[in-house]
């Protein structure tokens, strides 16, 4: 249960960092992300076929957040003494992240006819904190910090 909470606090602590950019302030977050949003709402479409369709984008954070928990459940720490190396199959569904969501979201967005412009912009929200946390799993996983 110890581990568990832990790894929630660190999964937490890779949020932090990635809305204040890796220490660079909050703001380089927060002015792409409001450009994205009220693009969102000003394309989100009308009709219902359409926004039914839009339900498949509803999964795609899960992608990022279970990266960001795998990482923080297998984080190394280097300074502790007990702590033993991670295979190396442990980095593998880091390093999947970003190709597959790179896959999916042109996929989902040349699938989206009628909300493309919604569908891209959420897709960037989605491909930012795909790319922060992988990389922040990927440090953590194999313990080299920059």
Not at 86 to 98: G, H, K, M, T
């Amino acid at each position: 249960m110890e581990h568990l909470a832990l790894s929630l606090h660190r999964f937490l602590w890779f949020l932090d960092q990635a809305v204040h950019v890796g220490g660079l302030g909050i703001l380089y977050f927060l002015i792409p992300l409001a450009f994205l949003i009220l693009t969102m709402m000003g394309s989100f479409p009308r009709d219902r076929p359409t926004r039914r369709r839009l339900r498949d984008l509803l999964w795609i954070p899960v992608i990022w957040i279970a990266v960001g928990l795998w990482g923080a459940w297998f984080w190394y720490d280097a300074q502790s003494p007990d702590a033993a190396r991670n295979p190396e199959w442990v980095r593998y569904p880091v390093d999947a992240a970003l190709p597959i969501i790179l896959v999916l979201d042109l996929y989902l967005i040349w699938r989206s006819a009628g909300a493309r412009r919604f569908t891209a912009a959420y897709m960037l929200i989605n491909l930012y904190f795909t790319l922060s946390i992988s990389f922040l799993a990927g440090m953590a996983v194999t313990g080299n910090w920059l």
